[in-house]
């Protein structure tokens, strides 16, 4: 099976998970008419719906390109993940809202108990799918699934501290402890969804990839170069769109290498680049001895 289309899969994973710990958290709000146990269902509605966002973007990313994206459709990714980041700033203000109604009129819990442990066992399986999620994204370079698998996770925390806090209100009879978690959830949510959106934009913005797998490119070009005709290679440029690593840079040979030749050193370094990277795209551009700047990759003779 293709990697695409296990990512495809776990994106209708996703959904199918979101409604049913969506349905498990909604019952814990009727149960005792918390707050905070509001605030912790709604954000699952944004887990459903940001799930539905990933399908979509995927289902754009997957295209092959055309005349009129020349470089494919990746980054329709990233724009998933900044709508992501968008629905999780806005379900938090509408847990403040809820909050500051509840800071005003604190009430005691009906059934605390009951719904507690039903939101205990939402939030057990969504811890579970938010390591698949994240794992699976990072196998795959998939910055949806990662996203939503982060965003999971930032809900599983809450929930344990809702959990914690909505029993300490049961216990003490300080039922103010109810909206003032909702409180610290909705700002715990804020900070995760500008964690997403300036994660996504860096794609957006053409980032070029992290120190360790620039050394990694740098080695893999120097070695498979190597006891070539090739001199140096400099102005090595990346950046990354979704699961896509674009690589370009000049490779320098001497000056009476034919065209054939360097063409096959091109091809030797783009299939090795390609053997780790296997979804790298990568351009090399070919100058002769006298356009060598002395820097960049060294290849030794």
């Keep these: 099976m293709r990697a695409m289309d296990r990512v495809m899969r776990l994106a209708i994973g996703s959904v199918i998970v979101g409604l049913g710990v969506l349905a498990l958290k909604l019952r814990a709000w009727r149960v005792t008419g918390s707050v905070a146990l509001l605030s912790d269902a709604l954000e699952s509605v944004v887990n459903v719906a940001t799930a539905l966002a990933v399908i979509v973007a995927l289902r754009v990313a997957r295209r092959p390109a055309d005349a009129n994206h020349p470089f494919g459709h ?23 809202r809820e909050a500051w109604d509840g800071l005003m009129a604190p009430r005691p819990l009906d059934a605390p108990w009951l719904g507690l442990a039903v939101n205990a066992g939402a939030g057990l399986i969504n811890g579970v799918w938010a390591l698949v999620l994240i794992r699976a994204g990072r196998r795959h370079r998939s910055p949806a699934l990662v996203a939503d698998g982060r965003h999971l996770a930032t809900d599983v925390v809450s929930s344990v501290g809702v959990l914690a806090g909505v029993a300490l209100a049961v216990l003490t009879g300080w039922w103010v402890l109810d909206p003032a978690l909702a409180v610290l959830v909705a700002l715990n949510i804020l900070w995760s969804g500008w964690v997403v959106i300036r994660g996504s934009l860096s794609g957006l913005m053409d980032e070029a990839v992290s120190d360790a797998e620039l050394e990694r490119i740098r080695r893999i070009i120097a070695q498979s170069a190597e006891g070539c005709t090739a001199l140096e290679a400099h102005d090595l440029r990346t950046r990354h769109a979704g699961p896509v690593t674009f690589i370009e840079f000049h490779l320098v040979v001497p000056g009476e290498t034919t065209v054939e030749a360097a063409h096959t050193l091109c091809d030797r370094i783009e299939a090795a680049l390609m053997e780790a990277l296997p979804d790298a795209r990568v351009t090399i551009h070919v100058e002769p001895e006298h356009k060598a700047k002395h820097s960049g990759i060294v290849v030794l003779s």
């Design 74 to 96: 990746h980054k329709a990714e990233f724009f998933s993940a900044v709508l992501e980041g968008v629905l999780i700033v806005l379900a938090a203000l509408f847990i403040l």
